[in-house]
């Protein structure tokens, strides 16, 4: 089949090669744990511990706020030792529950679970709920609310965003290279749900080994589908993948229901199948830890709360002064200032660069190249938007559908003059959505 | 760790364009062009080259020193600017002539409307329309030991046929570069070949330019009129060279597409119909002040949006008002 694209986008240069033949290896937190209880779109979630109260690994420790909300689990068994503000990856501080691991990792007994085949939707829904699974692509969304649309039977894809277009970024690759029948299997609990629906596993050309495993794993799986699709950021990105596995466009005022489907990322559906099938919480993730600063580039699967100066050192420490540490990959992530911060449900990454390209870049004037037009995969006018966010232009922003932009940072990778384009137009969106909330 | 790392917006990592990289291409596009011209017309060109070059290279540094901002020479812009000048003018223009579009074009054009990427119209182009009004006899003055007769635009507006032969290797009068069709095709294909223009903006306006000579040339289709028409005058220095300046063309895909269209259509009033021989460099500055026009009604709608209904809604309101 033809592999299918969408207009725009960019070819950075991708990293891989750093990681993607590392096993996954699993990581004993040594530290202590943070668990912050804001790690998804939503409420946050409220404590049901207090200081000194002791727990067990997978044990509830904060239940979901509201409808869209995610509970937490402790990752470790330990003793609560604070419920304070921490530091996250954004550089925000939220209120984190603090667990002092007593090393021993004692597991709490989960019930008998019945086969998922005689299970009912609303129980399959119920259990992804009470596991406390998120998008765990970046956004962070929960994912049984994402299972829930309004109607059900509307929906005809299921994708499985196996694209994984930032640069550098290896875990979701490991993840379908390791364990490909636990991604098919979670597919196949999301199918369940959804009697019209069509299961895709969207993977970027340049992984043709995970695409020949995949294919061969789901060759008896009629409702499963293979699609590789040509390698170019953000393929990943939601209305893109679903743009290209289906040709249906939606915009920032959709939901991916509206055109019919569901996308969950490969950890995402892994996570939905431990929960159904095995009714474990969302404990873990994969995280690349990578970049040329990093003596030894792995991929490990991490205990959510775990510090990540402890990963660093776990992958061989820094061979090269950093000059940046990103958490997440190059093109999205978040840069951050010291590694004392946790990892949470949305990590992915943590990269870690000698050299930053953009503090030895000074932006000039545009030159009007239209080079960020070209690459914006949201056919928006990057360079006018950014200076009608630098002026403050409320009226032309909008009307030139600046809320459109999914902030991928293809125009200020591209552009030659350097400019921010966009950090101005992110600015912008943030104070524009922050109006429209109010 | 003490130490606090570099923080920043994503994205993290920047491609390895610039804008010196793009302004250093378009010189080398530009030196096949220069080079034939020296070779053509001798010395004169290579010293009118130099003088223009270093004229618009200087006026933007004096003027930055001047004004006390940070001196943006090293971007290559003036030196592209110059280049493209001299590249208009006649080899016999004297020396001062030269320094004066140089200042103009710099001065006048880019650096009183706030400096690169600011100016609403082509510099070099600006400044050879000035030189034209108002040095009409020295800028038109073709007559060189090595050329006497008129140029190939000239000969057919009085009706004769120039050689097509002639016209392609460059062994005709004219400005310094536009004479060789050769070397402007060889550096456009270094501009096409590098990403540094497309066929967006050239390929309207020769197309829309083509199709207005065969309706209304008085030639009908007509091979001979038509390549005289290509490649005898300013046209493909124009249309690689200048209509793509990426600061005075329009930024939409579809907005390039229909400027370059307007400039083949008044490039051909111009030339078909004016008492003057030449027309491109007026209709590119011409197009240059439409872009705000053409890009405000050719922005191209974001994914997934769709189309505003109110066109369907006012068209249904007239035909409620017809009824």
Request: proline content about 6%; charged content about 20%.
């Given at each position: 089949?033809?592999?299918?694209?969408?207009?725009?986008?960019?070819?950075?240069?991708?990293?891989?090669?750093?990681?993607?033949?590392?096993?996954?290896?699993?990581?004993?937190?040594?530290?202590?744990?943070?668990?912050?209880?804001?790690?998804?779109?939503?409420?946050?979630?409220?404590?049901?511990?207090?200081?000194?109260?002791?727990?067990?690994?997978?044990?509830?420790?904060?239940?979901?706020?509201?409808?869209?909300?995610?509970?937490?689990?402790?990752?470790?068994?330990?003793?609560?030792?604070?419920?304070?503000?921490?530091?996250?990856?954004?550089?925000?501080?939220?209120?984190?529950?603090?667990?002092?691991?007593?090393?021993?990792?004692?597991?709490?007994?989960?019930?008998?679970?019945?086969?998922?085949?005689?299970?009912?939707?609303?129980?399959?829904?119920?259990?992804?709920?009470?596991?406390?699974?998120?998008?765990?692509?970046?956004?962070?969304?929960?994912?049984?609310?994402?299972?829930?649309?309004?109607?059900?039977?509307?929906?005809?894809?299921?994708?499985?965003?196996?694209?994984?277009?930032?640069?550098?970024?290896?875990?979701?690759?490991?993840?379908?290279?390791?364990?490909?029948?636990?991604?098919?299997?979670?597919?196949?609990?999301?199918?369940?749900?959804?009697?019209?629906?069509?299961?895709?596993?969207?993977?970027?050309?340049?992984?043709?080994?995970?695409?020949?495993?995949?294919?061969?794993?789901?060759?008896?799986?009629?409702?499963?589908?293979?699609?590789?699709?040509?390698?170019?950021?953000?393929?990943?990105?939601?209305?893109?993948?679903?743009?290209?596995?289906?040709?249906?466009?939606?915009?920032?005022?959709?939901?991916?229901?509206?055109?019919?489907?569901?996308?969950?990322?490969?950890?995402?559906?892994?996570?939905?199948?431990?929960?159904?099938?095995?009714?474990?919480?969302?404990?873990?993730?994969?995280?690349?830890?990578?970049?040329?600063?990093?003596?030894?580039?792995?991929?490990?699967?991490?205990?959510?709360?775990?510090?990540?100066?402890?990963?660093?050192?776990?992958?061989?420490?820094?061979?090269?002064?950093?000059?940046?540490?990103?958490?997440?990959?190059?093109?999205?992530?978040?840069?951050?200032?010291?590694?004392?911060?946790?990892?949470?449900?949305?990590?992915?990454?943590?990269?870690?660069?000698?050299?930053?390209?953009?503090?030895?870049?000074?932006?000039?004037?545009?030159?009007?190249?239209?080079?960020?037009?070209?690459?914006?995969?949201?056919?928006?006018?990057?360079?006018?938007?950014?200076?009608?966010?630098?002026?403050?232009?409320?009226?032309?922003?909008?009307?030139?559908?600046?809320?459109?932009?999914?902030?991928?940072?293809?125009?200020?990778?591209?552009?030659?003059?350097?400019?921010?384009?966009?950090?101005?137009?992110?600015?912008?969106?943030?104070?524009?959505?922050?109006?429209?909330?109010? | 760790?003490?130490?606090?790392?570099?923080?920043?917006?994503?994205?993290?990592?920047?491609?390895?364009?610039?804008?010196s990289n793009i302004m250093l291409l378009v010189v080398i596009a530009l030196l096949p062009t220069a080079g034939?011209?020296?070779?053509?017309?001798?010395?004169?060109?290579?010293?009118?080259i130099?003088?223009?070059v270093?004229?618009?290279v200087?006026?933007?540094?004096?003027?930055?020193?001047?004004?006390?901002?940070?001196?943006?020479?090293?971007d290559f812009s003036a030196v592209v600017t110059g280049l493209l000048?001299a590249l208009?003018?006649?080899?016999?223009?004297?020396?001062?002539?030269?320094?004066?579009?140089?200042?103009?074009?710099?001065?006048?054009?880019?650096?009183?409307?706030?400096?690169?990427?600011?100016?609403?119209?082509?510099?070099?182009?600006?400044?050879?329309?000035?030189?034209?009004?108002?040095?009409?006899?020295?800028?038109?003055?073709?007559?060189?030991?090595?050329?006497?007769?008129?140029?190939?635009?000239?000969?057919?507006?009085?009706?004769?046929?120039?050689?097509?032969?002639?016209?392609?290797?460059?062994?005709?009068?004219?400005?310094?570069?536009?004479?060789?069709?050769?070397?402007?095709?060889?550096g456009?294909?270094i501009l096409?070949?590098?990403?540094v223009?497309?066929?967006?903006?050239?390929?309207?306006?020769?197309?829309?330019?083509?199709?207005?000579?065969?309706?209304?040339?008085?030639?009908?289709?007509?091979?001979?009129?038509?390549?005289?028409?290509?490649?005898?005058?300013?046209?493909?220095?124009?249309?690689?060279f200048?209509?793509?300046?990426?600061?005075?063309?329009?930024?939409?895909?579809?907005?390039?597409?229909?400027?370059?269209?307007?400039?083949?259509?008044?490039?051909?009033?111009?030339?078909?119909?004016?008492?003057?021989?030449?027309?491109?460099?007026?209709?590119?500055?011409?197009?240059?002040?439409?872009?705000?026009?053409?890009?405000?009604?050719?922005?191209?709608?974001?994914?997934?949006?769709?189309?505003?209904?109110?066109?369907?809604?006012?068209?249904?309101?007239?035909?409620?008002?017809?009824?």
């Amino acid at each position: 089949m033809a592999s299918s694209t969408f207009l725009g986008g960019v070819h950075p240069y991708d990293g891989k090669d750093l990681s993607k033949d590392k096993p996954i290896k699993d990581v004993l937190p040594k530290g202590d744990l943070v668990y912050p209880l804001s790690q998804h779109i939503g409420a946050p979630a409220k404590p049901v511990v207090q200081k000194g109260d002791h727990v067990l690994t997978g044990q509830l420790i904060a239940e979901a706020g509201g409808f869209v909300s995610a509970p937490i689990y402790a990752s470790v068994s330990g003793t609560v030792k604070a419920i304070e503000p921490r530091r996250i990856v954004t550089g925000d501080s939220v209120n984190s529950i603090i667990i002092e691991n007593d090393g021993l990792y004692e597991e709490v007994e989960y019930p008998q679970r019945k086969p998922v085949e005689e299970m009912t939707k609303e129980e399959i829904i119920e259990s992804v709920r009470t596991a406390g699974v998120v998008g765990m692509g970046g956004a962070g969304f929960p994912t049984a609310v994402k299972l829930s649309p309004k109607e059900p039977d509307k929906i005809d894809y299921i994708i499985a965003n196996c694209a994984e277009c930032e640069p550098y970024l290896t875990s979701d690759y490991r993840r379908m290279m390791e364990n490909p029948e636990l991604l098919i299997d979670g597919l196949k609990v999301m199918l369940q749900l959804f009697d019209h629906a069509q299961g895709i596993l969207a993977v970027e050309e340049n992984k043709p080994d995970a695409i020949k495993l995949l294919k061969e794993k789901t060759k008896d799986e009629p409702r499963i589908e293979v699609r590789p699709l040509k390698t170019k950021y953000p393929q990943g990105a939601e209305r893109m993948i679903i743009y290209a596995c289906t040709g249906r466009k939606i915009n920032s005022k959709m939901l991916p229901a509206d055109a019919g489907c569901i996308v969950d990322n490969v950890d995402t559906i892994v996570a939905i199948n431990d929960a159904v099938r095995n009714g474990r919480p969302l404990m873990y993730r994969i995280v690349t830890v990578t970049g040329d600063a990093i003596k030894d580039p792995r991929n490990f699967r991490v205990r959510i709360g775990t510090n990540y100066h402890e990963l660093i050192e776990e992958a061989g420490g820094f061979i090269k002064d950093p000059e940046k540490i990103i958490s997440g990959g190059p093109m999205m992530g978040f840069g951050i200032f010291d590694t004392n911060v946790p990892t949470t449900k949305t990590a992915s990454a943590l990269l870690c660069l000698s050299r930053d390209d953009v503090s030895r870049m000074a932006p000039s004037a545009c030159i009007n190249c239209g080079q960020c037009v070209e690459a914006c995969p949201e056919q928006l006018v990057p360079s006018h938007l950014a200076t009608y966010s630098e002026h403050y232009n409320e009226e032309a922003f909008l009307k030139n559908n600046g809320l459109e932009c999914v902030e991928c940072g293809c125009c200020s990778f591209v552009c030659p003059a350097k400019r921010p384009l966009t950090q101005y137009i992110k600015s912008m969106r943030k104070i524009q959505l922050g109006k429209k909330k109010k | 760790m003490s130490e606090l790392m570099n923080v920043s917006s994503n994205p993290h990592i920047r491609s390895k364009s610039t804008t010196s990289n793009i302004m250093l291409l378009v010189v080398i596009a530009l030196l096949p062009t220069a080079g034939f011209g020296i070779y053509n017309f001798g010395t004169d060109a290579l010293l009118l080259i130099l003088v223009t070059v270093a004229s618009t290279v200087l006026t933007e540094f004096i003027y930055e020193k001047c004004m006390k901002m940070p001196v943006t020479i090293g971007d290559f812009s003036a030196v592209v600017t110059g280049l493209l000048l001299a590249l208009n003018l006649p080899s016999t223009a004297p020396w001062w002539m030269a320094v004066l579009g140089g200042v103009f074009a710099i001065l006048v054009v880019k650096m009183l409307f706030g400096g690169l990427g600011q100016n609403f119209m082509n510099p070099a182009l600006g400044a050879r329309c000035f030189l034209v009004i108002s040095f009409p006899a020295l800028m038109t003055n073709f007559q060189t030991d090595a050329y006497t007769g008129a140029t190939p635009l000239a000969l057919l507006k009085s009706g004769g046929s120039p050689v097509l032969l002639d016209m392609i290797i460059g062994r005709t009068g004219g400005t310094i570069g536009e004479t060789s069709l050769l070397a402007i095709v060889l550096g456009a294909c270094i501009l096409i070949l590098f990403g540094v223009i497309d066929l967006k903006v050239p390929g309207s306006y020769i197309v829309s330019f083509v199709i207005f000579l065969i309706l209304f040339g008085g030639h009908g289709f007509d091979p001979a009129f038509i390549s005289a028409h290509l490649a005898g005058g300013g046209l493909m220095l124009g249309a690689f060279f200048m209509a793509t300046d990426y600061v005075t063309r329009p930024i939409t895909p579809k907005g390039q597409i229909v400027y370059g269209i307007f400039l083949g259509i008044m490039t051909g009033i111009f030339r078909l119909f004016s008492s003057g021989a030449e027309g491109v460099s007026y209709a590119i500055i011409l197009g240059n002040l439409l872009v705000p026009l053409i890009e405000k009604y050719t922005m191209p709608r974001a994914f997934g949006v769709p189309k505003p209904v109110k066109e369907k809604k006012s068209k249904e309101k007239e035909g409620e008002a017809k009824s």
